[in-house]
């Protein structure tokens, strides 16, 4: 049997498999995308390093701590949701379209339960395509602390959280960790996705 080549074409294409979408774990029903954010465009699974899957903690309240997610965050400016780089705390993670660079901000503000020491831990998933000088802000009772974070390495504690510091906070929601993008590359994102705040018992 003689085939067209359009004919052979329509039979390939259609034996070509899908790609892969790994198993992701799924986020709590309670747990709603930021209203403000804008809508993810990865369908749930298709990620860029399936290794890191297992990092992902889709339930922010199983963390020790307090874990403010970007679900429950002020955003300034337009961040889009994603969940095409695990790992990430909740639903994913938002990022600044690479635009708008020095007008955009997120801030995390937790409701602590007691005035102390806390040590303060930014969650952000990493690569390449990552801004390598994110400004962060973390307002304390002693003033306010700006370190700027390489977003391209790998994050120390469980590939998810690295520590910005120990600070001295009151209780209640006085403090914040704010996320900015003014000085960061015009052609890498910045990543928002959780921030937590452990009890210590004293200066380190
Ligand atoms: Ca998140």
Not at 31 to 59: M, Q, S
Not at 96 to 106: E, I
Not at 123 to 143: E, F, L, Q, S, W
Request: proline residues 11%; glycine residues 6%.
């Amino acid at each position: 049997m003689i085939m067209s080549l359009s004919a052979l074409c329509l039979v390939c294409c259609a034996a070509e498999p899908a790609p892969a979408l790994v198993t992701v774990p799924q986020a709590p029903a309670w747990l709603k995308p930021h209203p403000a954010a804008v809508a993810n465009i990865h369908p749930p699974g298709e990620v860029d390093v399936p290794a890191l899957v297992p990092f992902i903690v889709a339930d922010p309240k199983s963390l020790p701590g307090i874990v403010v997610d970007e679900t429950e965050a002020v955003l300034v400016g337009s961040w889009q949701y994603s969940t095409h780089t695990p790992p990430y705390v909740g639903l994913g993670y938002i990022h600044d379209q690479k635009a708008g660079k020095g007008t955009k901000s997120v801030t995390f503000t937790p409701d602590l339960p007691r005035a102390g020491w806390y040590e303060v831990r930014l969650a952000h998933c990493y690569n390449v395509r990552r801004a390598t000088t994110t400004p962060v802000t973390i307002h304390h009772a002693d003033g306010d602390t700006t370190v700027r974070i390489n977003q391209q390495e790998p994050s120390p504690h469980d590939k998810l959280f690295r520590t910005l510091g120990t600070f001295r906070f009151e209780a209640g929601k006085s403090g914040y960790v704010r996320i900015d993008t003014d000085g960061t590359e015009p052609n890498k994102v910045v990543i928002a996705d959780a921030v937590q705040w452990l009890e210590r018992p004293a200066k380190p």
